[in-house]
Each structure stands twice: as structure tokens, then as C-alpha cells.
């Protein structure tokens, strides 16, 4: 057993640390002659930059990539949201650099592995499984941000996927419409902060983690405190856990992150600046 736990211990380590990086870890691809940069520059439109961040949130309602218009007479909020200040770049660029070949040499070959082995429909039981896990995080930030409807909603998914999911292995919810709409339930701490007023603060990139800024770095705290699988002990048990949940989740998505790295002139600057977007987004929604 003693045997057993020196060899899963840091194994699992490793596999936390791999996922947390997928969070937003693109392989730059900047061109190494000025004929190359060129070639790429006529790919894109010129009016557009390409907003790329490492989660499904890259693609828009249509199945598009996000981008950005520029020359535009009026900012939106977006565009706003976007422009925060960026005062640690050489620290953030080094980091970024870390977590993206960290991405590539480990966390894809594990999930790619992971994919061949174990067929899709297990992979989506064990998805639904760590989401329904995750309700105390979605309702406490609902809770606090006055959305109680929202909040009753997400309660009620709960308490049937857990009753009748097995656990929350089935999404037996995901087909039952509200009667009215209702506000995304899909929230956390760090976007609570900002739905009363907190902006940004500065953007940040922190090793396995990915990007971040002073608010979200505050934000993600607090959801580790919420997160049931933090108490899980030992705490290499714990780390297991949430290591395995990326990996799974990366599994779902092998292949987006190498479309958005061809497609990336400055893949640090897409990343910034998709990832601010997105977290606008989704404390708008």
C-alpha cells in the first residue's frame, strides 16, 4: 500500500498540473523569417485579429472563431473588457511559454492516450459527473449576485442528476426548459466580483493555471474552498481527482487549440485578449 502511494502521489500530481494548464495554453507559432510572417499575415483578413483563448468559449454561436474588428468608430464593452492593463508582460510571456510547451510535451499525449482507451460515452458520464460536482461553486455565486431564480434552477439540476443521474454520471436535466429565461448559471466567484463592480485589476498568467488577472487570481481562491474534491484526503487523492477531470476534459477538444495556434500571428496577445472577452462574456450573460 506504502508502495502504492509514493508511485500515485506524484503521478497524480503531474496530471493536475498538466490539466490546469489546458485551461488557455496555445504552441506559439511565430514565423522565423519575415517571408514566413508575411505569408501568414495574408492568411488572416487585415481588419481582424483573431481572439483565442483555450476553452469552447473561442467559438461564437455560429461555430466561428471570435474575432475582432479593428478601426471601428465606437468600443463596445468587449472591447474595453479587453484592453486591461498588461504591466508584468515579460513575466506573463514567460509563463505563457512554460504552460503552452507543458500543454504540448505532456497534458495532449496523456489525453490522446486517454481518448483511444476509454470510448466517448464514459468520457461524457465522467464530465456530467465533476460538473454536477462543481454546484456549490455555480450556487454560491449565484447566490451572491442576487440571481436567485438562477440559483433555485441550478439547485433543481442538481438534486435531479444526482437522484436521477446516478449520481450526476446522466444529465437528466439538460432537455427541462425554464418557464421564463433565466440568467447563465455557469458562474464563479471571480465573475461575482465583477458583477458588483470589480474591474480586471491587472491581466496575469500564472504556471499550470494559464491566464488570469488580480480579480479572477482572487476569485479562484475562493471556488477552491467551494470545490468538494479539495477535501478529498489524502491530498494526493484530491489532486487525482481533479487532474483526471482535465484530462478528461481535454480529450473532448484534442485538435481546437492547433487551429487556433496556425491561425495566431502573436498567440500571447490572441490569448490575452480572447480570454478577457470571454470572462465578459460570461458575466454578462
Known amino acids: 500500500m506504502h508502495l502504492m502511494t509514493r508511485i500515485l502521489a506524484p503521478a497524480a500530481l503531474v496530471l493536475l498540473l498538466c490539466g490546469s494548464a489546458f485551461a488557455a495554453n496555445i504552441e506559439t507559432a511565430t514565423p522565423t523569417t519575415p517571408a514566413q510572417a508575411e ?64 500543454y504540448f510535451w505532456a497534458l495532449k499525449p496523456v489525453a490522446q492516450g486517454y481518448s483511444t482507451v476509454i470510448p466517448e460515452r464514459p468520457r461524457i458520464w465522467v464530465r456530467n459527473f465533476f460538473h454536477n460536482l462543481m454546484y456549490p461553486v455555480r450556487f454560491t455565486s449565484l447566490m451572491l449576485q442576487g440571481k436567485f431564480d438562477a440559483a433555485a434552477v441550478e439547485t433543481s439540476r442538481f438534486i435531479g442528476n444526482t437522484a436521477f443521474g446516478l449520481g450526476g454520471l446522466a444529465d437528466v436535466t439538460s432537455d427541462n426548459k425554464t418557464f421564463r429565461p433565466i440568467p447563465s448559471t455557469e458562474q464563479d466567484l471571480g465573475l461575482t466580483f465583477g458583477y458588483w463592480g470589480a474591474d480586471n485589476g491587472m491581466y496575469l498568467v500564472w504556471p499550470f493555471l494559464g491566464p488570469s488577472s488580480a480579480r479572477d487570481t482572487v476569485g479562484y481562491v475562493g471556488d477552491h474552498f467551494l470545490t468538494p474534491t479539495t477535501y478529498i484526503h489524502p491530498w494526493y487523492w484530491s489532486v487525482a481527482a481533479k487532474g483526471y477531470d482535465k484530462v478528461n476534459a481535454i480529450s473532448f477538444r484534442i485538435g481546437d487549440y492547433e487551429a487556433v495556434k496556425e491561425a495566431s500571428l502573436d498567440p500571447y496577445e490572441a490569448v490575452r485578449d480572447g480570454y478577457l472577452r470571454m470572462r465578459f462574456k460570461k458575466m454578462n450573460d
Open 39 to 102: 505569408s501568414m499575415k495574408t492568411e488572416l483578413a487585415p481588419s481582424q485579429t483573431l481572439l483565442a483563448y483555450g476553452d469552447e468559449d473561442i467559438w461564437d454561436e455560429n461555430g466561428q472563431l471570435i474575432k475582432r474588428t479593428h478601426g471601428a468608430k465606437t468600443e463596445t464593452p468587449g472591447d474595453l473588457a479587453a484592453q486591461t492593463p498588461d504591466p508584468l508582460e515579460g513575466w506573463n510571456r514567460m509563463w505563457f511559454g512554460f504552460n503552452d510547451k507543458l
